[in-house]
Nanobody
Framework: QVQLVESGGGLVQAGGSLRLSCAAS????????MGWFRQAPGKDREFVAS????????YYADSVKDRFTISRDNAKNTVYLQMNSLKPEDTAVYYC?????????????????WGQGTQVTVSS
């Protein structure tokens, strides 16, 4: 049973924007922190952003701070990642994840549900 479904990836030129969405089931969204991770070819999966259940706290990787914004709509069980000023080094598969914590977390091991990923490609 699919719990998290990402959408919104695609091909964009450097400097452009994309908004990723992740639709979750009630079970994998309610009272849980949500996060975005990414994995580029030949590299380990890395943390991108996280948001607390209440949206009161957000966390970002230094590499995306001031360019990316994570948000959530608890009425729709959906988390978003707005990505602006995209760079070629942002090219990766982006994964949505759900953590068994109320507060946000940067630690991949805290996340117990993962989506299948959506490809983001930024051309120079």
């Amino acid at each position: 049973q699919v719990q998290l479904v990402e959408s919104g990836g695609g091909l964009v030129q450097a400097g452009g924007s994309l908004r990723l969405s992740c639709a979750a089931s009630e079970r994998t969204f309610s009272n849980r922190a949500m996060g975005w991770f990414r994995q580029a070819p030949g590299k380990d999966r890395e943390f991108v952003a996280s948001i607390a259940w209440s949206s009161a706290y957000t966390y970002y990787a230094d590499s995306v701070k001031d360019r990316f914004t994570i948000s959530r709509d608890n009425a729709k069980n959906t988390v978003y990642l707005q990505m602006n000023s995209l760079k070629p080094e942002d090219t990766a598969v982006y994964y949505c994840a759900s953590a068994g914590k109320i507060w946000g977390t940067r630690t991949a091991g805290d996340y117990d549900y993962w989506g299948q990923g959506t490809q983001v490609t930024v051309s120079s």
